[in-house]
């Protein structure tokens, strides 16, 4: 009877669970499947946010775990180093912290146009004036008068004349592309338009009085090139004014304003055009703003959703077209009335944030201080070595690298630049201080305070494209009011122009004895 209850009891057991078993497997299958749901629907949801701070997203869904290994470089990785508890590995090490090089920028020969033209105009007028002098010698060589010695002189003037207009052109003209403006610079047309005209006109002058006469005077001949080249370098003055001494008296002040942080600076400029008065803010922006982070300006909107998903509206009575509306409204009114504590939260939100960064940075520079004291011992112990033995500094860098990542992982996770800094940046940055032998806070110097722009990858910056906005034309002289914005991406600079106050000074003399006095002493004294 013991072993049939007992079977009896296995069985019902056994039937129970086959029936908990397939009721499992279902809710196992449904499970799985909202899981797969929700895991598909996070994994587009990192690539979308992986993706849109630096560069436009991409559709490919295998980014997804190459961007999860990239945040958690100071986490996944192992390594054995003599400084640190952590167990890392240099071969995880050198898998990781890569990112994912953004789409090349095609060639656009376009820009190149400009340079293109100025060398042919710049050939041309290096050819006229030897054409000149060339031609009648082809032509009609033994028609022409002797050459003594005046036109000799004016050989060698020429000469140099020659060499210095190309030496000053190169300095000039012949420069690097910085930058593609969206319309032509007017100084440059005038002044390429200028040269054309000269050149045309000392050829129509050459054909109808020397080609088709054949002068015989070729010291003559030589003297109309010589006046054409001593043209063409005061030219050369001209453009030298109009382009480069111009501009630099100011004129303006402008206020730049980035849209998002409002962050603010101040520059004086010159007469310019707005195009030009762009690019040059432009130059400005990338060496004295600070880098843009866009999560920072998170905080803001996540707390404001956080408020309205709290709020739970019931509508009993009206289940009509207006119940949406009535909703919104519902919530509207219960946000303003809680919008007398959300300031509590938001003081709270942001001592807690102030305590957290602390708490990072105090461990931050405690490893670090730890690893470049690792690093001294290591160059003590390496002068007793023999020459051949000596460490090379990127290798000491990714010694000593496990020992810091966690902690430097964590802080920039804290103050939100983990998407500034890669890991090769970070032992290339290691490795130029332990070379150039500075300290743990010249190292933390880039981590600890924001930089501008250029401190970062240049793929973040290289390749942005920004549009200029302006109710005014570009090439229009910059004004007193002038208003005009700098479009990017993510956000857009304002950039508002009021002309420099007329100064003036006045003059008051002062003679040498005005302010002159003599010291009167009491021959009492109070003893």
Same mark, same amino acid.
Request: charged residues 25%.
């Given at each position: 009877m013991d072993t049939e209850s007992i079977h009896s009891g296995y069985s019902h057991h056994s039937n129970r669970s086959r029936g908990s078993n397939k009721q499992s497997e279902r809710s196992g299958r449904d499970r799985h499947k909202s899981h797969s749901r929700d895991s598909s629907s996070r994994s587009d949801k990192n690539v979308t946010i992986s993706t849109s701070s630096a560069q436009p997203p991409q559709p /490919?869904? &295998? &980014? @997804?775990?190459?961007?999860?290994?990239d945040d958690n470089w100071g986490e996944t990785t192992t390594a054995v180093t003599g400084t640190s508890d952590h167990s890392l590995s240099q071969e995880d090490l050198a898998g990781f912290g890569k990112e994912t090089e953004g789409p090349v920028e095609k060639l656009n020969c376009v820009r190149f146009l400009p340079l293109v033209l100025t060398l042919?105009?710049?050939?041309?007028?290096?050819?006229?004036?030897? @054409?000149?002098?060339?031609?009648?010698?082809?032509?009609?060589? =033994?028609?022409?008068?002797? $050459? +003594?010695?005046? $036109?000799? +002189? *004016?050989?060698?003037?020429? #000469?140099?004349?020659?060499?210095?207009l190309l030496l000053a052109g190169w300095a000039l003209f012949v420069r690097p592309v910085r930058a593609s403006l969206p319309r032509i610079a007017v100084f440059r047309a005038l002044l390429g338009l200028l040269t054309l005209l000269l050149l045309l006109s000392y050829w129509l002058f050459f054909g109808v009085r020397i080609l088709d006469s054949q002068d015989e005077n070729y010291q003559g001949i030589v003297q109309f090139a010589v006046s054409l080249v001593d043209a063409l370098l005061f030219i050369h003055y001209l453009a030298v004014v109009l382009l480069e001494i111009r501009h630099l008296q100011p004129y303006f002040s402008v206020c730049v304003m980035r849209s998002t942080d409002g962050e603010t600076r101040h520059y004086n400029l010159g007469q310019l055009s707005i195009q030009r008065a762009a690019l040059v803010i432009l130059e400005h922006y990338y060496k004295d703003f600070t880098v843009h982070n866009p999560a920072l300006l998170t905080a803001a909107k996540t707390r404001a959703a956080k408020h309205l998903a709290g709020l739970k509206v019931y509508n009993v009575d009206d289940a009509g077209s207006d119940a949406a509306t009535a909703q919104s409204r519902a919530k509207i009114a219960a946000a303003a009335r809680q919008r007398d504590t959300s300031h509590? !939260? *938001?003081?709270? !939100? =942001?001592?807690?944030? /102030?305590?957290?960064?602390?708490?990072?940075?105090?461990?931050?520079?405690?490893?670090?201080?730890? #690893?470049?004291?690792?690093?001294?011992?290591?160059?003590?112990?390496?002068?007793?070595?023999? %020459?051949?033995? =000596?460490?090379?500094?990127? !290798?000491? @860098?990714?010694?000593?690298? %496990?020992?810091?990542a966690r902690a430097l992982?964590?802080?920039?996770?804290?103050?939100?630049?983990?998407? $500034?800094? &890669?890991?090769? &940046?970070?032992? #290339?940055?290691?490795?130029?201080?332990?070379?150039?032998?500075?300290?743990?806070k010249a190292f933390l110097e880039s981590y600890l305070n924001a930089g501008p722009t250029l401190q970062y990858g240049r793929e973040g910056w290289q390749a942005r494209q920004w549009t200029l906005v302006s109710e005014a034309s570009v090439t229009s002289p910059l004004r007193h009011g002038t208003e005009f914005q700098l479009k990017s991406s993510d956000f857009c600079l304002v950039v508002t122009s009021k002309s420099i106050p007329h100064l003036k000074l006045s003059e008051e003399y002062v003679h040498p004895k005005s302010h002159k006095f003599v010291l009167q002493l009491q021959s009492e004294t109070s003893v």
């Open positions: /490919d869904q &295998s &980014s @997804a775990p190459t961007d999860a290994q042919v105009l710049g050939l041309l007028v290096l050819v006229t004036p030897l @054409a000149f002098l060339v031609l009648p010698q082809l032509v009609w060589p =033994e028609r022409l008068q002797a $050459c +003594g010695t005046a $036109c000799e +002189g *004016l050989f060698l003037s020429l #000469a140099f004349k020659l060499l210095i509590n !939260e *938001l003081y709270y !939100e =942001e001592a807690e944030h /102030d305590r957290r960064v602390r708490k990072r940075r105090a461990r931050l520079v405690v490893a670090v201080e730890e #690893a470049f004291t690792h690093v001294r011992r290591l160059k003590e112990e390496e002068k007793k070595k023999p %020459p051949g033995d =000596e460490m090379d500094p990127r !290798e000491a @860098a990714q010694a000593i690298f %496990p020992s810091m992982q964590k802080y920039l996770r804290t103050t939100r630049q983990q998407h $500034c800094h &890669s890991m090769d &940046s970070i032992q #290339a940055h290691l490795a130029f201080c332990i070379t150039n032998n500075m300290t743990p």
